[in-house]
């Protein structure tokens, strides 16, 4: 649970709980439809993705102002300190608040709000990644760069996420262009539902530096090839992965023998409140379940700092990564 790790693949939508939800919906005049916390956390232990994206959209009808987006950040870095995170690259998605009337600077500037303390308060340092939905369309896309262009200070990367399946990367090749000409860094989900083609259309089209989940390269012993040899970062979800079925249980799930054929892997907790755990967590159940050891969970932790956008301050990456290096598991 100490082991200093960064997170690379964390949404701070996936991070609200269900007292958080209650608070902000009561704050906002909001009827959720649920009894209790009680009633909302049984929710969570959805059985499909439809039930789950379902719950997931439905609940972001609570946040509405700067303050609920600061305060759903400072939850997250909260509980993320507790689980030995010193850096985390977050995700948030404009999209799914700008549809509902939430102005983009509120949530960007409300966001940025808790992580602009997070070092001091938390040990925490951070970065924004905007991500565009890909079951909408790459207009939209472009119209949320657009908009989004005020705060490009304090956004470092853009990320492709939600449904894949039907909806390629090639798709947002002109939004990733116009991000990369506004200096922005790219990553994308891929290979998670989607097939293997879309690590590639990634890599090729959209010119992305990290694969967001990339399970599935593994059906492609060319790709993986291509992976090692041009060391594409994985932010793995192995938590996420069993709850949404992309394999069955965690003792099934391909990760060490993704770390054997040399990939560099790192694991992450995607939607923590809804996949039973933060990062941490996330590690402990890899021990568990996949028998990794502790070399191997170093291994992750230091893969992390290594894929993680701090080329702003290489001293505090050898600084973390040393850590590593000399943490003693208990
Ligand atoms: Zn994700």
Redesign the pocket.
Known sequence: MSLPKAEL?L?IEGTLEPELAFTLAARNGVELPYKDTEELRRAYLFQDLQSFLDLYYGLMAVLHTEDDFAELAEAYLARAATQGVRHAEI?FDPQAHTSRGVPIGTVIEGLARALDRSLERHGISTLLIMCFLRDESAESAMETLDAAKPHLHRIAAVGL?SAEAGHPPSKFREVYKAADALGLRKVA?AGEEGPPAYIREALDVLGVERI??GLRCMEDPELVERLVRERVPLTL?PL?NVRLRAVDTLEEHPLARMMDAGLLCTVNS?DPAYFGGYVGDTFHAVHEALGLGEERLRELARNSFVASFLEGDEERRARLIAEVETYDFP
Do not use: A, I, V, Y
């Open positions: 693949h949404h995700f996420d989900h967001d989940h979800c996420s995607d």
